[in-house]
């Protein structure tokens, strides 16, 4: 039989070695979790986006988080995908996608990157517009460079009630919108837009512009309109004045405004290069050579120089102008219907001796 002395012996020797073995699970454990700590550490603030320029990315307002994810891998920016993907199920990400313009920058961590994306904190973009003919034009640019779709933008500017308030209908709705750039969200929505383009337009129309414009007697609207036909009859910024200057003296007598160019609006065929007289004929309330004053719209969306060339009309005796037989894209001026036959004919001969028959 055992003594009481060799049994006190084994049970302290079993509970030494229990104790070396709780000792080193837990030193197992220990080590364990400053591994899976490490690893969490490095999945979140240790850098996961490579690109040598910033990336930006565009998330449609349909997209799900495998589309996004599709986005990043396909472009390569993500350098370790499982570490992405585990944060970002844990931040719940993937139930609060947010659409917008997103710039990703080199170097940036995964906590960095899924917080911009899961708090919505895009980078506005610049919105340009210029040289546009028609309203449905700008539709299609603004649905080339933004989220928002051409059918929706159309849409808010016929129902806002704002825009029917100051003047602006179906015809002349291509006044509000002047040609700039603009910063603004990739994501905004159609409304906003419209919005956005009233605030640009009333501060356009500062107290300087709509002074002048009463002082010729012609509400803003209308400037634009003419503004619209001095734009298309000169790309010389230089001489946007004196043209100007011809047609209000032609507005003031209660003349027809004759000019070829909403002619071309009235056709729909903007390759003409010479108006003839079957131009003359049609049937049409742009048709300048057949209705006293200003068409019912401008024929373009007018430039920011056109506009002010009208509100700084020169003030001379002028009534006709036509194009220089240089073909320089000029024009000569004339103060009767005499002097001008001949400007005309000069310019006529010139187009003949090119072959330029319409």
Not at 192 to 198: L, R, T
Not at 256 to 265: E, K
Not at 276 to 294: C, F, R
Not at 327 to 341: C, D, M, P, Q, T
Request: with cysteine; aromatic share 12%; proline share 3%.
């Amino acid at each position: 039989m055992k003594t009481l002395k060799s049994y006190h012996k084994g049970y302290i020797n079993k509970m030494k070695k229990m104790k070396r073995t709780i000792f080193g699970v837990l030193g197992a454990l220990v080590i364990l979790s400053v591994f899976i700590f490490i690893k969490m550490y490095k999945s979140i603030i240790y850098p996961n986006v490579s690109t040598k320029e910033n990336y930006s990315l565009y998330i449609y307002s349909d997209d799900e988080f495998a589309t996004v994810k599709d986005k990043l891998y396909s472009d390569s920016i993500i350098i370790n995908r499982r570490s992405f993907e585990w944060l970002a199920k844990k931040l719940d990400y993937p139930k609060y996608i947010k659409s917008g313009h997103y710039v990703i920058k080199n170097g940036m961590n995964n906590n960095q990157l899924l917080n911009m994306l899961r708090s919505g904190s895009q980078t506005p973009v610049k919105f340009t517009f210029n040289n546009i003919r028609t309203i449905e034009q700008l539709a299609a640019r603004i649905d080339e460079q933004l989220e928002m779709d051409s059918l929706s933008f159309l849409n808010a500017v016929k129902s806002n009630a704002t825009l029917k308030e100051m003047g602006f209908n179906d015809e002349n709705a291509a006044a509000l919108f002047i040609p700039n750039t603009y910063e603004l969200y990739w994501n905004i929505d159609a409304d906003e837009f419209v919005e956005k383009m009233i605030n640009e337009y009333n501060r356009f129309w500062n107290e300087d512009r709509l002074a002048k414009a009463k002082n010729l007697n012609i509400t803003p609207i209308n400037v634009s309109i003419l503004a619209s036909i001095v734009d298309k009859e000169t790309a010389k910024v230089s001489e946007m004045p004196r043209i100007a200057g011809v047609y209000i003296n032609r507005l003031k007598r209660n003349w027809l405004l004759q000019a070829d160019p909403t002619l071309i609006f009235a056709v729909g065929d903007f390759e003409i290069k010479r108006v003839l007289d079957v131009h003359k004929e049609i049937e049409s309330p742009y048709n300048t050579y057949k209705y006293i004053g200003l068409p019912p719209g401008p024929i373009c969306i007018p430039s920011i120089a056109a506009i002010d060339a009208v509100l700084n009309a020169e003030r001379h005796k002028y009534f006709y102008f036509c194009a220089k037989d240089d073909l320089s894209g000029y024009h000569v001026f004339a103060r009767n219907i005499k002097e001008h036959n001949i400007n005309a004919e000069k310019y006529r001969k010139a187009l003949n001796k090119k072959k330029i028959w319409k």
